[in-house]
């Protein structure tokens, strides 16, 4: 029974995900002020919506000719509701990417939460990916900072072996004086 019941409350939150989507994704019309150098000019229509891939919001005015602005959603801080109908979308760093009006208060409520929800799930599935990735990177500077270790292991005793010889070689030779010295050069390995 528990199993049942767990597996109706994942369904239902699976299709209203998928309606908050359809709903996002056919988009509504705001109206967005129209600024040029800083002073404003006006209002404009403007149709925004969600991309089909659920991973970017778009918006462009309405009956123009201009292309589609693009909004990233993992790029998005919040969404946030500002007066009467206001709704700005906020980016991580603090900048206001879009300030719109919304028609009526119950679409603006609406569009706020269903972006927020979205922006949420596109945030933490881009936390999922970079812990995956990260997890990846460790494994990988770990491994490599061992083979570092074994190599430098590896070349020191060989600089030590190295060394071992040549005071060996030149015990043989310590206390003969100037003779064998030309003879202990000319024998050396390397040369």
């Avoid at 993992?74 to 906020?90: D, F, N, P, Y």
């Avoid at 269903?114 to 812990?131: A, F, G, P, R």
């Avoid at 015990?171 to 390995?189: D, E, I, L, W």
């Amino acid at each position: 029974m528990g199993n049942q019941l767990n597996c109706f409350t994942q369904c239902q939150a699976r299709q209203e995900g998928m309606q908050r989507l359809l709903m996002l994704q056919k988009g509504a019309y705001f109206k967005r002020k129209k600024t040029i150098l800083g002073l404003q000019t006006g209002t404009e229509r403007v149709h925004m919506k969600l991309d089909e891939d659920g991973h970017t919001l778009l918006w462009k005015p309405h009956d123009s000719i201009k292309t589609t602005t693009k909004i990233e959603l993992h790029m998005v801080s919040s969404i946030q509701a500002h007066g009467e109908v206001g709704l700005t979308v906020m980016s991580r760093k603090g900048d206001v990417l879009l300030d719109v009006e919304a028609d009526s208060r119950e679409i603006r409520d609406m569009w706020v939460t269903h972006l927020q929800l979205v922006c949420e799930d596109s945030n933490m599935s881009d936390e999922t990916e970079e812990e995956v990735q990260s997890g990846s990177k460790f494994r990988k500077v770990v491994e490599d900072r061992a083979k570092r270790q074994t190599y430098w292991a590896k070349r020191t005793q060989e600089l030590e072996q190295r060394k071992k010889e040549a005071d060996e070689r030149k015990k043989k030779f310590a206390g003969v004086g100037m003779k064998y010295t030309a003879f202990a050069m000319s024998n050396r390995p390397g040369s």
